[in-house]
Structure formats: C-alpha cells, structure tokens
Nanobody, 123 residues
Framework: QVQLVESGGGLVQPGGSLRLSCAASGLSFSYYAMAWFRQAPGKEHEIVAAVSWSGDSILYAEFVKGRFTIARDDAEKTVFLQMNSLKPEDTAVYYC????????????????WGQGTQVTVSS
C-alpha cells in the first residue's frame, strides 16, 4: 500500500520560512517523480514544484521561483519543499504527489497523493 505523509505545515508570518517533508512508503521511491501541489480555498490544485526520479530535472511554478526549493532524499524516501519569503497568498493546503516517470505540471498525471498539510501565512 502506497502512502505519502506530509508534515511541516503551520502558521508563519509573512517573510518567514517553512520546510515541508513528504515521507513515502510502499513504492520504489527512486523510480518516481515527486511533486508538491497546493490548493487554496475556492481554487483548483496548482503545481508548486516537481523533481524527476533522477533528480536532474526540476520544475517550479512561476510564482515560487527564487523562493521555494524542492529536493529529494532517496535513501530516506523523502521529498522536501523549502519555502522562504512566504507571502499571504501562499496560504493553502500543500500536497505531495508521485508518478512513475518524468515530471509533469498537471495533477491528473500523478498517481499517488498525500493527505496534505496546511500552510497559513498571516501576521
């Protein structure tokens, strides 16, 4: 049974930082591209960042370039999202997702999903 478990969300002030983690089990992690999506209230899921199975291909949404960094640790079967310079508009539930093969921007391309972790940016 595949499980993706996110952690690290919380309440942070504008300009602050958070580091999200997603621990995977039940899949051959090193063969999967991993991604972070987010969903704000009343909005659709949107891609935040994704990293290929090999780690040599990374994509970011335009709105997070220069602020967020995605990284994977295959030994720990974990993918991270370091979020810096957070803004109120980054408030959302952040989801981890996995797919076999390369990175994609569409949520429909991802097979496995976590339950999400809430990130709230507010003063």
């Amino acid at each position: 049974q595949v499980q993706l478990v996110e952690s690290g969300g919380g309440l942070v002030q504008p300009g602050g930082s958070l580091r999200l983690s997603c621990a995977a089990s039940g899949l051959s992690f090193s063969y999967y591209a991993m991604a972070w999506f987010r969903q704000a209230p009343g909005k659709e899921h949107e891609i935040v960042a994704a990293v290929s199975w090999s780690g040599d291909s990374i994509l970011y949404a335009e709105f997070v370039k220069g602020r967020f960094t995605i990284a994977r640790d295959d030994a720990e079967k974990t993918v991270f999202l370091q979020m810096n310079s957070l803004k109120p508009e980054d408030t959302a539930v952040y989801y981890c997702a996995a797919r076999s093969g390369g990175t994609r921007r569409s949520r429909d391309e991802y097979t496995y999903w976590g339950q999400g972790t809430q990130v709230t940016v507010s003063s």
